[in-house]
């Protein structure tokens, strides 16, 4: 199993950024699959769900509304538009398969290398 991240960088407040994950090594069609962030000094933080199917399952409150989870299972890719960044944002975001929410944290199997997203003016 291998999950490539890609599209982070720097970002003004209230800018867009599209991240990429490129999977491989799996069917990816058959697999839900998430996304997960980590800032400076804290957890990881549960950000979107995104069912085999495409249907979009939640959003973590933090995000809902900014963000938008979609895939193209023809291309084995799995995509996270982020509109209306904030600092608080920033953070190392990942694509994960197998993941599970528990006590206020995620556990997964797989993770990516992570893309880094820097929001500041």
């Known amino acids: 199993v291998q999950l490539v991240e890609s599209g982070g960088g720097l970002e003004q407040p209230g800018g867009s950024l599209r991240l990429t994950c490129v999977a491989s090594?799996?069917?990816?069609?058959?697999?839900?699959m998430s996304w997960v962030r980590q800032a400076p000094g804290k957890g990881f933080e549960w950000l979107s769900d995104?069912?085999?199917?495409?249907?979009?399952?939640d959003y973590a409150d933090s995000v809902r509304g900014r963000f938008t989870v979609s895939r193209d299972n023809g291309k084995s890719t799995l995509y996270l538009q982020m509109n209306s960044l904030k600092p608080d944002d920033t953070a190392r975001y990942y694509c994960?398969?197998?993941?599970?929410?528990?006590?206020?944290?995620?556990?997964?199997?797989?993770w990516g290398q992570g893309t880094q997203v820097t929001v500041s003016s």
């Open positions: 994960a398969r197998n993941c599970v929410r528990r006590d206020g944290t995620v556990l997964c199997t797989y």
């Open positions: 995104i069912k085999h199917t495409g249907e979009a399952s």
């Open positions: 090594g799996f069917v990816f069609e058959f697999y839900d």
